[in-house]
């Protein structure tokens, strides 16, 4: 239906323009020929005067005794009421004689003769004031030999009453228009207007543009015996009116049937649409969780066998998710009863180990205080190995009870003063340095969301490092700075330390994992992988550049509030499933 409507409509748009072209073709030609034949009768009339015995006998001898004569063929000329001035010239377009008191400008009779014409005929438009003017052209002769021109000055004196005759006359939507063969002026026959577009390429053949009440077409021809063209424009919209009424008609012929068939189409269906309806609103609340549904449908068709089908397999289903819940729920217990022991575990390190490291700390403090001066160089070297090994214990102790009670402790979410928080550790941990300066810049650190205790150990952790890679540098830098990205906030730490290879980047983040000797720089190995899993806590993300001895950049992501409500509302549907029995 909607390509037969198609075609037709096409077929019916090409004859209506086609029909419509023609029109505008042969108005324009009937038009043209119209003009021209009062072009022809103004013209003879006007070369009446140029043939009269005394302006040519004047032309032949100009001086006082024939100039009189002229001038009386020249002020009689003025009982036309159409004639507002009339001018007699030479060969070169000097004015000789006038009459009339119309103004014109000095250089317009050059331009009317454009050359030297030997025959009679209409000039183009001219305005002057408030009025539009039209010169009408005689050559005035002796023996086919020119002696001057005759010029008769017309306005042009149309009222709006017979524009719109004429324009109903032509027929309704069409406008007319004159112009100039040069294109410098056009009017509606009743004041000036702009030049209509494609003025200069539309002369004897069809255009097609734009105005603003629509597309029209246009055909122009000039009008013989005169500078004149005329240019008719016919309204598109006119044209395609019965092309118009035509779509509209096939359109609510096709809306029609297709209410029709859709509403029979719709009678068929429902027969067949009503149980997959419940198929699918039961396959719905299995997905939300209840695998009691089930459906109801007593037929022997096609249908029937598929809602049988997924009865026995909402039953099979349901017993699979017994069982699964009841492992879940086995495994809940075992992990459980495994955070209980590694609490325990994690109890044992901080009490019943330190004991003991307390105590061998004790002994080689009061070896070295009452018997120092006894010891030879070797002992003392012992003991203060032996206090540096108790000490750096203490720390791997600490660390690691950091490190197993980082996975139950709860992120709570602040707005963070960043570059606060990072100007206190900066002064935290230069107090561990009293010996030694470091050159330490903090620029802009746009503040976040997060656990301000956590996100402080990331930055010790990072600015510690930075200063204590860094501190057999004499000239220690280092410079802590963030940048905005459409994921969230990159915070780093720059240092022109030691550095590391970047093979062996992978290591960084793990547990007692270093890249140098302690002896060079002392660590536990535990301090990078603490900072991974707190920034894992907060969705965050770390990364390192380095190059053995040219420092090293340590970048820590955390992300903007917008992934933060996305992950919270992801969580809240998981536990919300969760406590439907789905998932642990």
């Keep these: ?193 702009a030049a209509p577009p494609l003025a200069a390429e539309g002369l004897r053949k069809t255009v097609n543009y734009k105005r603003p009440n629509g597309e029209v077409i246009a055909f122009s021809m000039p009008i013989g015996s005169s500078k004149w063209i005329v240019r008719v424009e016919l309204s598109q919209g006119l044209l395609l009116e019965t092309a118009t009424r035509f779509l509209y008609w096939m359109i609510g012929l096709g809306v029609l049937l297709i209410i029709t068939g859709s509403f029979i189409a719709w009678l068929i269906s429902r027969n067949f649409t009503r149980p997959l309806n419940h198929l699918m609103r039961a396959t719905a609340a299995i997905a939300a969780g209840d695998y009691s549904s089930s459906v109801t449908i007593h037929r022997k068709d096609e249908i029937g066998n598929l ?78 190995n032996i206090l540096s090994n108790v000490k750096m214990m203490g720390r791997l102790i600490d660390d690691l009870i950091a490190f197993s009670r980082l996975g139950k402790r709860e992120v709570k979410r602040n707005v963070i003063d960043m570059k606060a928080l990072a100007e206190g550790c900066v002064a935290e941990l230069s107090a561990t340095w009293p010996e030694k300066e470091f050159d330490i810049a903090i620029g802009s650190l746009p503040d976040c969301r997060g656990d301000s205790d956590l996100l402080k150990q990331v930055w010790l952790n990072l600015i510690g490092n930075a200063m204590k890679y860094s501190s057999k540098k004499t000239d220690a830098r280092i410079f802590i700075g963030a940048s905005k990205e459409a994921e969230g906030t990159v915070y780093h730490v720059r240092d022109n330390g030691a550095g590391f290879d970047m093979k062996y980047a992978d290591k960084l983040f793990k547990v007692f994992q270093r890249l140098h000797s302690q002896d060079e720089f002392e660590g536990t190995g535990v301090g990078l992988a603490l900072v991974k899993r707190i920034l894992d806590k907060h969705r965050g993300t770390i990364r390192a550049e380095s190059s053995p001895g040219q420092g090293a950049v340590f970048y820590f992501e955390l992300p903007n509030d917008k992934q933060e409500l996305n992950f919270n509302l992801y969580a809240q549907s998981s536990r919300s499933i969760a406590g439907r029995g789905q998932y642990p």
């Design 1 to 193: 239906m909607a390509v037969f409507g198609t075609v037709s409509y096409m077929a019916v748009r090409r004859a209506a323009l086609g029909i419509g072209q023609q029109r505008l073709v042969t108005l324009t030609q009937q038009l043209s020929t119209m003009f021209q034949q009062s072009a022809r009768k103004l013209a003879g009339a006007t070369q009446a005067l140029a043939n009269q015995p005394a302006v040519v006998h004047y032309l032949e001898a100009p001086d006082t005794t024939t100039a009189s004569g002229a001038q009386e063929v020249l002020r009689k000329s003025l009982a036309d009421p159409q004639t507002v001035r009339t001018e007699l010239l030479d060969l070169q377009g000097r004015q000789l004689l006038s009459a009339g008191n119309m103004k014109v400008r000095p250089d317009v009779n050059k331009e009317i003769l454009n050359g030297k014409p030997d025959s009679n005929f209409v000039g183009g438009f001219y305005p002057a004031g408030d009025s539009i003017y039209a010169p009408l052209i005689a050559t005035v002769t002796r023996d086919k030999k020119p002696l001057g021109y005759l010029i008769r000055w017309q306005p042009l004196r149309t009222k709006p009453k017979d524009v719109e005759q004429f324009t109903q006359l032509i027929g309704a939507g069409a406008v007319l228009y004159f112009g100039n063969s040069d294109g410098s002026f056009w009017t509606n026959l009743l004041k000036p207007v």
């Design 307 to 384: 809602a049988d089908s997924f009865n026995s397999m909402t039953t099979r289903v349901r017993q699979a998710q017994e069982n699964l819940e009841s492992k879940v729920r086995s495994r809940t217990e075992e992990l459980e009863a495994v955070n209980r022991e590694l609490e325990a575990f994690s109890y044992s390190v901080s009490h019943d180990l330190r004991a003991p490291l307390r105590a061998v700390s004790g002994y080689a403090m009061m070896l070295k205080e009452d018997y120092e001066d006894r010891f030879d160089d070797e002992a003392k070297r012992i003991t203060d």
